[in-house]
């Protein structure tokens, strides 16, 4: 299948989803097979008229307050509006059943942000769930990614995604008084875009540990759209602020 698809890994403990195997090669299915709802190349067009008081219904309601409230899918969403890549709930966004160890991904074939509907329960998770996959689909838009086999590509947005989500956010909270709190997050970035890889391509550790390592420097300072890591909420709603008083000078030159 011509199609790639980045990954979202759950934060809670996972191992990677395909470990080399010696003997004859397995067939690279870019990690399709984690989203049996995915068949195909049609994107699913989500529907508000699906029943409620479903895991469905509630992944919507939790996507809306997300796009709405969240400073980091804001800031996103601006970006990719003023990329000419504006993001629309229901074309883009896809709520589904997953395998378990994943929370969602990005459909580069469909251009399609999946949200794992019964692995998320949490607020705080799908506002993570969904800032990941944005920055993917950012990435996506703003450069011509080539997901399918240029492998340095995947693992530069995997690094972006793990390191301006907020997902080694909440790893440093709990961590920050055993480690120095700035090595930690890289080494967290770095474990997770692994981990990501690892689940969606069928590479062993020390290829996928080599690429990572080559591209980890470049993309790591890579903060765009945010223009800084945003460790926390705060972080994030000073970077919107900005980007949004950016675009505010832009219209009056
Ligand atoms: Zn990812």
Known sequence: MAQSRAEEDDYRNKQPMHEQQHGEPKQEDYGYSLYPERS????????????????????????????DTSPYAKLLLAA???????????????????DGTVSGGFDAATSQIVLCQNNIHQQAHMNRVV?????HAFDH?????DWFTDFRHLACSEIRAANLSGDCSFVN?????????????????????LRSILAVRKVSREEAERVVDEVFDSCFRDHAPFGRIPHSKKDAKFAYRDFENRDRYYANL
């Not at 909270?173 to 875009?193: D, T, W, Y």
Request: glycine share 6%; charged share 25%; hydrophobic share 30%.
């Open 141 to 145: 838009c703003r450069a011509r990614v």
């Open 131 to 135: 800032t990941h996959e944005l920055i």
């Open 40 to 67: 195909g190349s049609k994107y699913k067009q989500g529907s508000i008229g699906e029943s409620l008081f479903t895991f469905k219904h509630k992944c919507h309601i939790m996507l809306q307050f997300a796009m």
């Open 173 to 193: 909270e709990v961590s920050r008084f055993n480690f120095g709190l700035k090595e930690h997050h890289q080494e967290c970035v770095r474990s997770r875009a």
């Open 80 to 98: 990719m509006r003023t990329s000419g890549c504006a993001v629309h709930k229901d074309r883009h966004f896809s709520c589904e059943d997953c």
